[in-house]
Nanobody
Framework: QVQLVESGGGLVQPGGSLRLSCAASGFTLDYYAIGWFRQAPGKEREGVSCISSSRAYYADSVKGRFTISSDNAKNTVYLQMNSLKPEDTAGYYC????????????????WGQGTQITVSS
């Protein structure tokens, strides 16, 4: 059974950092892409970052601030978020799909329950 579990969310001040984790079970990361998406109240879900076979992709809005990485031994993907801004406030979700990353959230098969990030002073 495929399962994704996010953790690491919370409240942080502008300019602060957080690291999100996405623990996968039921499949191995070797053959899957893991994407991070976020959705703020009243807004559409947007892609943030994705990793597949050590290739990483980022939305323009997070380039240079967020770093995605994968520990295949732990079957876990991380999203290190630095220099956080209030506009980063959203629910963050990880999702999986076979092989390659996709810009489209509908291309992902399985989703975690999400973790909330609030950036506020």
């Amino acid at each position: 059974q495929v399962q994704l579990v996010e953790s690491g969310g919370g409240l942080v001040q502008p300019g602060g950092s957080l690291r999100l984790s996405c623990a996968a079970s039921g499949f191995t990361l070797d053959y899957y892409a893991i994407g991070w998406f976020r959705q703020a109240p009243g807004k559409e879900r947007e892609g943030v970052s994705c990793i597949s076979s050590s290739r990483a992709y980022y939305a323009d809005s997070v380039k240079g601030r967020f770093t995605i990485s994968s520990d295949n031994a732990k079957n876990t993907v991380y999203l290190q978020m630095n220099s956080l801004k209030p506009e980063d406030t959203a629910g963050y979700y990880c999702a999986s799909r076979p092989y390659d990353c996709s810009d489209y959230d509908t291309a992902y098969d399985s989703w975690g329950q999400g973790t909330q990030i609030t950036v506020s002073s």
